[in-house]
């Protein structure tokens, strides 16, 4: 995986974010589905398995960084 210079997240190399046991993340039982968080961000994201929960959260990461501009602002 590669980094992005602006932000220092772990990259694909086609550009795409996979979650991997370093990171910081929950993923919690909710009744019927899971709920998967990013401590570190606080992004989340749900499914129905914790594989599906795990998999929105890389595409909720992906959409949270493509957000944040050059001064590290966020704007979601």
Not at 27 to 33: L, N, P, S
Not at 37 to 66: F, M, N, P, W
């Amino acid at each position: 995986m590669g980094t992005d210079s602006r932000d220092d997240v772990e990259r694909d190399p086609d550009g795409s974010i996979t979650v991997t046991e370093e990171d910081s993340i929950t993923v919690t039982d909710e009744g019927g589905f899971y709920v998967a968080k990013d401590e570190e961000t606080g992004v989340s994201s749900q499914g129905e398995t914790r594989a599906d929960a795990i998999e929105r959260l890389e595409r909720a990461l992906e959409v949270y960084v493509e957000s944040i501009d050059e001064d590290g602002d966020d704007w979601l």
